[in-house]
């Protein structure tokens, strides 16, 4: 049975739905993961509302909400604690790793090896679907009495113990997504191995494929361990275990009948084990996205690729080696914040090299101002930004002070999401015309891209200012502490900011949908581009490529001397 | 009440021993940080316009492994700085502030007992022997436990949400949680410590003026998180001792 | 299983063989995770609650080690005779391996019995949540891969698997193996220690 064979043969449902097609799963994680993100923002908008506005009625949508949530549309703080826990579990887990891993890896990876496919297709369907009903059961959540997990993404025992039955649920659903990302790693790491095409060496694969790879090894050593202390959250909810509960613990004035023994402290060593690499998981597919849009709009090779890979991998290994740094306050021994604070300034050094690889790349080259490279120009200094302001957070004297401010929530989201955010929307304008056969409007493509980085920073920057004033994170109304006041007129602002951002996400989505049936049609490979996925058909076919490519050369041969192009694809044979 | 004036954008006013050592730290940190986006951004803004294809309509082959051993420049000034960072104020900062504590002869010893949402002190009274706490005895009328039959809790003494402090004398608090777990914050002393249940966690400060400070709750705790504050009131020695004096006084009757 | 032109191997090592080695290596962080915790707990808690020896019944424990061990040597058994395409012997040493696996289940669920009636349950103590977390999770992975065996051996009957093609029985093979590893560290942990 040939693949096009196949392809006939198979219904709507075998085509679109249970697909296992690497390209169709990859773009059913595309549609999910930028419907969470959407979600998460809404939820993030609400509680901004909030934050502005203290014990003022949600305007519009606050009727709407029943007296539980918000009594005549005033957001009561569980709901707040709420949207709190949501929207940091939905953008980390169900919004940009599906994006960043699930979609641009599904697609993408395969393609720049020159493969036919994952190397378990049935796998990776499962792990699509696995994810999807780990984010339908978290979202359930909040029709459950009590409503949905209200402590924090992080989920800190014993508050998240004694919780409502949402934080069951939220444990659940971990479960799945867990599940799902061992399933999709597992899926990466052989596909990357094994099935590079002939002649494409590790020193010749794509930076992006690089960053994948990295990721998936990340994923697969690292969720485990919060699986494992999720197992033990659950049971201490459930089955009356005491792993995080100490004795004589009094809740709202009774004494709770446990034998107690366990430590508090033990989740969040588990769990940071899991979400110290999360970061790097969040941000290598979009460092790999960056550098292939460098190399391809500079059109040169990229500088010292050689140091990326490594950096990569050293930052890989380092991340499991510095979890604690995120509890130099919390009680544990301060000679480990000492060597958490060494190895934590150990890890800036490879980011700075890839940093600073990357600017150096544009020295020398043919800079093409496109759009796809607007975003990868962008998201250079955001990321610098984040990645600098998560010194004085490293750094054991400040972090005193600075610890659960706003200014740790500016640091991750300027690293999160004007960095990786930013650079995985540019990777979308970027391999439209691969996906789709079509290009998307350049014209409203740069509408968004100037409102939204525009936007972005007058939500995060302010935060900075606010975590110096000592303004607590997780407040539902900052104005009760005489400390915050002094900052809360920037809140206004950082929600007006957050609605034009809200606007200026119109134009991407109305222009994502439209181009996909009017978008013009590219000429084939209209980037010049000379990594293997342009090798083959837009939209690629199943089995993506007619014939097995060869490689004979590095990713990014550019402005080669002597050519008559300015650039030499990978399977090109000279 | 506390002075609003304590409070501008930037740094609330300093007001402890090493509230002073915190601030040049993230000084340094902060204009190192800005210097070395300034050096970045020049050098890309140059990159950006100086190479844009108009101006640079070829590129170049041979940049791409120019440079050797001079690219890794940002790398080892970034180390230099942190190296010099860690050795000279992030050790012995931390040092002073996290693991050498005052003794108990010299400071004034306080017992913090957190819990949804408030902030509970146990003072040892004139004796220094604080009565132990035992979480069965804990009622309305006794929120922190206090053990009615420990001879040592009979000049012992209780304060919700304020923790009363002589200035002139490190104050030592031994922290526990009833429930769940919260975070010790004074923003003006440039202190903060979670409090652990299960755990007793040491922590000192020594204020520098007197006034009210404010105490909040730096660890998510619940839905009254955000209204979870305190005051330290730091007193002159002579008005804390009146202070003690009346509190004895009230427990008498 | 795309059936394209594109079937190319970069390594030779087949597909099935390394993403079991991949999972596996996931298991032992998962394992290792858990181990760590107890192992923290142990040394940092100030009531564990270790049982008395005559809880915890060493000797049956013993024989459970013993028959498990033996478990995996039938089990590289039955790999061998398929290697040597001798399918009668690979049907009985993929049973003998089964049935000692259940052994095993049936000689712990008489243990947890015996503890629980002399008061050793999950919520009584961080020893007994410990003890009945990890081995219980052990067992789920026995039935996992006891599952995984008999759909070896059925496949075995069926004639799918002869000297030349038998990579779905060396993948049970590994995990089996990896699942007798765990016990294997599992029982000084809770029995020796």
């Known amino acids: ?574 | 009440m506390i002075d609003p004036s304590n409070y501008t954008v930037g740094l609330p006013i300093a007001a402890s021993t090493y509230a002073s050592k915190v601030d040049l730290s993230l000084n340094i940190l902060q204009w190192g940080m800005v210097a070395i986006f300034v050096i970045w951004g020049i050098f890309f803004t140059y990159c950006l316009v100086r190479f844009r294809s108009r101006n640079n309509p070829s590129a170049s082959y041979a940049a791409a492994n120019k440079g050797g051993a001079l690219s890794f420049l940002p790398d080892v000034m970034v180390l230099g700085f942190e190296i010099w960072l860690i050795f000279f104020l992030g050790l012995p900062i931390w040092a002073e502030i996290k693991e050498t504590f005052p003794t108990a002869m010299e400071s004034n010893v306080v017992e913090l007992v957190a819990e949804q949402y408030a902030w509970g002190f146990q003072y040892s009274g004139d004796d220094g022997l604080f009565a132990k706490r035992d979480p069965k005895q804990i009622s309305s009328g006794n929120t922190i436990g206090l053990d009615a039959n420990d001879p040592n809790g009979k000049d012992d003494y209780v304060s919700i949400n304020e923790l009363h402090v002589p200035l002139g004398k490190p104050t030592l608090l031994y922290m526990s949680s009833k429930d769940v777990i919260h975070s010790f914050f004074v923003p003006e002393f440039r202190v903060k410590q979670d409090v652990v249940p299960g755990m007793r966690v040491p922590l000192w400060f020594e204020p520098t003026k007197t006034g009210r400070f404010e105490i909040g709750c730096a660890q998510l705790c619940g839905l009254g998180h955000y209204r979870m504050r305190g005051e330290v009131v730091v007193h002159t020695p002579e008005e804390f001792e009146v202070w003690k004096q009346e509190k004895m006084k009230e427990k008498e009757i | 299983m795309s059936s394209s032109a594109i079937e190319y191997n970069s390594t030779g090592i087949p597909h099935g063989k390394l993403g079991m080695w991949v999972f596996l290596a996931s298991e032992i962080m998962l394992f290792g995770a858990f181990i760590s915790a107890y192992i923290v707990l142990r040394i940092g808690s100030p009531n564990f609650g270790v049982p008395p020896e005559s809880v915890m019944g060493r000797p049956l424990a013993t024989l459970n080690t013993f028959v498990l061990i033996t478990s995996s040597a039938t089990m590289v058994l039955a790999l061998a005779a398929i290697q040597r395409d001798n399918i009668k012997q690979f049907t009985w040493f993929m049973v003998l391996t089964s049935v000692l696996g259940l052994t095993f289940l049936g000689i712990k669920a008489f243990e947890y019995q015996h503890k629980i009636h002399e008061g050793l349950t999950l919520s009584s103590g961080l020893f007994g949540s410990f003890y009945y977390t990890l081995t219980g999770l052990h067992a789920l992975h026995m039935i996992g891969g006891l599952v995984f065996n008999t759909y070896v051996l059925i496949q075995g009957l069926r004639g799918v698997f002869n000297s030349h093609h038998h990579e779905r029985v060396e993948y049970a093979g590994l995990y089996w193996h990896f699942v007798d590893l765990v016990w294997v560290i599992l029982f000084p942990v809770f029995y020796l220690v």
């Open chain 1, 1 to 574: 049975m040939t693949s096009k064979h196949q392809t006939h043969e198979s219904g709507f449902v075998r085509k679109y739905i249970f697909s296992l097609d690497h390209k169709v799963i990859g773009l059913q994680y595309m549609f999910t993961a930028l419907t969470f993100l959407l979600l998460g923002f809404g939820f993030v908008l609400l509680m901004r509302w909030q934050l502005a506005y203290p014990g003022k009625a949600i305007p519009l949508i606050g009727g709407w909400l029943s007296d539980t949530l918000a009594p005549g549309g005033v957001m009561l703080p569980e709901f707040y604690n709420q949207l709190g826990a949501m929207h940091g579990t939905i953008m980390v887990f169900l919004g940009i790793v599906p994006l960043g891993v699930g979609f641009y890896g599904n697609y993408f990876l395969p393609l720049q090896i020159g493969a036919g496919d994952m190397a378990f297709p049935k796998l990776n369907m499962m792990s699509y679907w696995t994810y999807f009903v780990g984010g339908i059961l978290m979202l359930s959540s909040f029709w459950l009495p009590g409503g949905a997990a209200q402590s924090g993404w992080t989920s800190y025992p014993p508050l998240s113990v004694i919780a409502p039955s949402g934080q069951t649920m939220w444990l659940l659903s971990m479960t799945f997504i867990i599940t799902s990302s061992l399933f999709g790693s597992i899926n990466f790491i052989v596909t990357t191995i094994n099935m590079r095409a002939p002649g494409l060496t590790w020193m010749r694969l794509p930076i992006f494929v690089w960053g994948q790879f990295v990721t998936a090894i990340l994923l697969l050593f690292a969720f485990p361990v919060l699986q494992a202390g999720a197992i033990l959250q659950l049971l201490d909810r459930v089955a009356g275990t005491c792993f995080y509960l100490p004795a004589g613990l009094v809740v709202s004035g009774t004494l709770l009948e446990r034998v107690g023994g366990g430590s508090a402290l033990l989740y969040q060593h588990l769990f940071w084990f899991l979400a110290h690499p999360e970061v790097y998981v969040l941000i290598l597919p979009a460092i790999g996205i960056v550098g292939e849009i460098i190399a391809n709009n500079t059109r040169k090779p990229l500088f010292g690729y050689k140091t990326i890979v490594a950096s990569m991998i050293f930052l890989g290994v380092l991340s499991f080696l510095v979890w604690a740094h995120h509890m130099f306050l919390s009680g544990m021994k301060t000679s480990l914040s000492r060597i958490f604070m060494v190895t934590t300034m150990v890890i800036s050094i490879p980011s700075v090299a890839i940093l600073s690889c990357y600017i150096f790349s544009l020295w020398g080259g043919s800079i093409r101002y496109r759009l796809p490279m607007l975003f990868a120009l962008a998201f250079l200094p955001m990321f610098g930004i984040g990645g600098l302001t998560g010194l004085p957070l490293g750094f054991l004297p400040t972090d005193i002070y600075l610890h659960d401010t706003y200014y740790v929530i500016g640091h991750f989201h300027y690293v999160v999401v004007t960095g990786t955010l930013v650079a995985l929307m540019g990777g979308l304008y970027y391999w439209f015309p691969k996906m789709f056969g079509r290009t998307m409007n350049s014209f409203w493509g740069h509408v968004h891209f100037w409102g939204t980085l525009i936007c972005m920073n007058g939500i995060f920057f302010p935060m900075f200012i606010q975590g110096m004033a000592g303004m607590q994170r997780r407040l539902y109304d900052p104005t009760v502490q005489a400390h915050n006041l002094s900052t809360q007129f920037l809140s206004p602002f950082q929600f007006l900011s957050a609605m034009l951002l809200l606007v200026f996400q119109f134009p991407f989505i109305i222009n994502l949908f439209v181009s996909l049936f009017k978008g013009k049609k590219p000429v084939e490979n209209p980037w010049e581009a000379t990594t293997l996925e342009w090798a083959c058909p837009s939209p690629p076919p199943h089995g993506n490529f007619t014939s097995l490519p060869k490689v004979y050369r590095g990713p990014y041969e550019y402005s080669v001397p002597g050519q008559k192009l300015d650039f030499i694809p990978q399977n090109k044979e000279s």
